[in-house]
């Protein structure tokens, strides 16, 4: 039985940005319906948030395609009118290009990349037919550049940002907006768990702001994305990273050293 008009769909729900996500939809009245494969995550998830909204899991394994189109089908049929959606399933497999092994290389862009434009295609069926809907993919500050050891990620994120930009083009005249956020360094287990502490210390000291992002706050902005606020915003990657990429001679939180050293005086030559 149908029980909303405001259904949306979060992939890589049970954890870091997609739990956020979720919570913060549903204090702001969308029924959710959570994809993941993490069961633990999901039934955890759902005790937290069925009292505040109507909520569906589905363990979810984003790189098949037909599952997909499953769930958001018993998604529509359960809860009712899927209007918003937020692919979030992302994983990192950090290697050295030169070693790295052909699982890394396709796991990443498996999830990242195709499991992101699988969640798309599979929203993208019913918001079509009603002229409606609203779509936030992840992508990342690391789509403006490289990075040491993470060709496999940078790619897949290069690559959603520009998904991001020719679905908006396809689908924005049919009712559709299509963005997308690129998070700087977020307090997500992901990043906790996995970069090295000396990396990590790295990262916070080229951050402005002088801390990295909770997870919430990145919620924040795709919950913007998503509202009426930003109607006319579409095709849009916005960057949500405490003023990471504001600027690239910076160290120690954006300490301007320049101003700082004693000036040059020129003299000007001599005429003649």
């Known amino acids: 039985m149908q029980v909303s008009d405001r259904v949306a ?100 862009i498996d999830i990242n990349l195709n499991g992101t434009f699988f969640t798309c295609q599979a929203v993208a069926g019913p918001m079509l037919r009603r002229g409606y809907g609203r779509i936030v993919c992840i992508c990342s500050i690391v789509a403006k550049g490289g990075q040491p050891g993470r060709a496999n990620y940078s790619a897949s994120k290069w690559a959603t940002a520009s998904v991001v930009k020719t679905l908006a083009i396809e689908w924005g005249n049919r009712g559709l907006r299509v963005n997308g956020v690129s998070p700087g360094v977020v307090g997500t287990p992901m990043v906790i768990n996995g970069v090295p502490a000396d990396f990590q210390e790295v990262m916070h000291d080229r951050i402005p702001m002088e801390r990295f992002a909770e997870p919430e706050e990145i919620a924040s902005a795709i919950g913007f994305l998503l509202s009426d606020d930003a109607s006319y915003v579409n095709g849009a990657v916005l960057e949500v990273d405490g003023g990471i990429t504001a600027g690239y001679m910076t160290a120690r939180n954006g300490e301007n050293y320049a101003i700082k050293t004693t000036p040059v005086r020129i003299v000007p030559e001599p005429e003649g």
């Open 9 to 108: 769909v979060v992939t890589g729900a049970a954890s870091g940005i997609g739990r956020a996500v979720c919570v913060h939809l549903a204090r702001k009245g969308y029924a959710i319906a959570a994809g993941d494969l993490s069961e633990a995550g999901l039934a955890s998830l759902r005790d937290e948030i069925e009292p505040i909204t109507p909520v569906m899991t589905f363990v979810l394994d984003v790189r098949d395609r037909e599952a997909q189109f499953r769930f958001v089908a018993e998604a529509e049929a359960r809860l009712g009118r899927i209007v918003a959606a937020v692919p979030c399933a992302g994983i990192t497999r950090s290697n050295p290009a030169e070693t790295m092994e052909e699982t890394a290389w396709k796991e990443v």
